[in-house]
């Protein structure tokens, strides 16, 4: 008996020494000889261990078995609901989830990381006040949780309450200083209050942090647009082609800067560029009172 219990050990070190290196299938294979021991089919952080290997396996019906035999074992062992919520929100299967994230919290009611993609879930499904309360009662446990302030003051965006928005953004950015995320939210709060010089700096401090975050660009950008400073916006989404060089998004509005200083050849160029990155962009050229000129040239180029 003790040997056994000495080997399954061993068996879990290993497992979990190839699972640190992402060595999965490895990984694997040294927790199914541990598994095959009398002592392992009982041993709840082997099981686990095994459910979360599967399940960054992709193989959710395997993973998903091995919790339910841990629960099997100790029906109030949250870990096991919650990584079952888990597997179904990575499946989009969201109302799924939302029940097994509430049985976690019925047995842990500090468990953070179930508030968190419980609150996750109910925006998924469109129920944004449950997820607000969610990620309120988040903050209680853990007010220091930067993406639970982030996406709070997103929800409060999406709803025009941009002095809330605002709050929260901020204290994210207290919370991780510099943050990307945090600085161009707060640009996007500052342009819709009115604050167009106050919403450049955050843009531009984004771009700094994370130059690959086309989004950055692309806001600054359309700020110049709408001031009329189309040169301004074309060096900005220039610069933002440079480090984001398969964003269709901003291939797509230069051409409509280009357009709307009667530079066609550029235009067309970027336009071309930006159908081959994301053909369904087709549909919104038609449609775009920007690039009207540029769809009759496309039509006429086509014989359409």
């Known amino acids: 008996m003790e040997e056994n219990i000495d080997l399954l050990?061993?068996?879990?070190?290993?497992?979990?020494?190839s699972y640190s290196k992402n060595h999965l299938d490895k990984a694997l294979n040294y927790y199914?000889?541990?598994?095959?021991?009398?002592?392992?089919?009982?041993?709840?952080?082997?099981?686990?261990?095994m459910a979360l290997t599967y399940d960054k396996l992709g193989n959710y019906d395997e993973a998903i078995n091995k919790y339910m035999e841990i629960i099997n074992i100790d029906p109030m062992e949250a870990r096991a609901y919650y990584g079952i919520g888990v597997i179904y929100d990575n499946k989009e299967e969201y109302l799924e989830a939302i029940k097994y994230y509430h049985r976690a919290i019925e047995l842990d009611t500090k468990y953070d990381r179930a508030y968190f993609f419980l609150a996750y879930a109910y925006d998924e499904i469109g129920e944004k006040k449950k997820a607000l309360e969610y990620y309120h009662k988040l903050l209680e446990i853990e007010p220091f949780d930067f993406w639970a302030n982030i996406n709070i003051g997103s929800l409060y965006e999406e709803t025009n309450e941009n002095e809330k928005a605002l709050s929260f953004f901020q204290k994210a950015l207290r919370i991780?200083?510099?943050?990307?995320?945090?600085?161009?939210?707060?640009?996007?709060?500052?342009?819709?209050l009115g604050c167009y010089e106050e919403a450049m700096v955050y843009y531009n401090k984004s771009i700094i942090e994370k130059s690959d975050y086309y989004y950055s660009f692309l806001n600054l950008a359309v700020l110049y647009k709408e001031m009329d400073k189309y040169t301004e916006a074309i060096k900005v989404i220039s610069k933002g082609i440079f480090c984001n060089p398969t964003s269709a998004a901003l291939y797509y509005n230069r051409a409509c800067f280009y357009a709307h200083e009667k530079n066609y050849d550029k235009a067309l160029k970027d336009i071309d560029k930006a159908l081959c990155l994301y053909p369904e962009?087709?549909?919104?050229?038609?449609?775009?009172?920007?690039?009207?000129?540029?769809?009759?040239?496309?039509?006429?180029?086509?014989?359409?």
Request: proline letters at 1%.
């Open 32 to 49: 199914l000889k541990a598994y095959s021991l009398l002592e392992g089919r009982r041993n709840i952080d082997l099981l686990m261990d």
């Open 9 to 17: 050990n061993n068996y879990k070190i290993l497992g979990e020494k």
């Open 176 to 192: 991780i200083p510099n943050h990307y995320m945090a600085l161009f939210n707060i640009g996007v709060i500052n342009k819709k």
């Open 281 to 304: 962009f087709i549909d919104y050229i038609k449609e775009d009172e920007d690039l009207t000129t540029i769809w009759t040239i496309i039509k006429k180029n086509k014989g359409l």
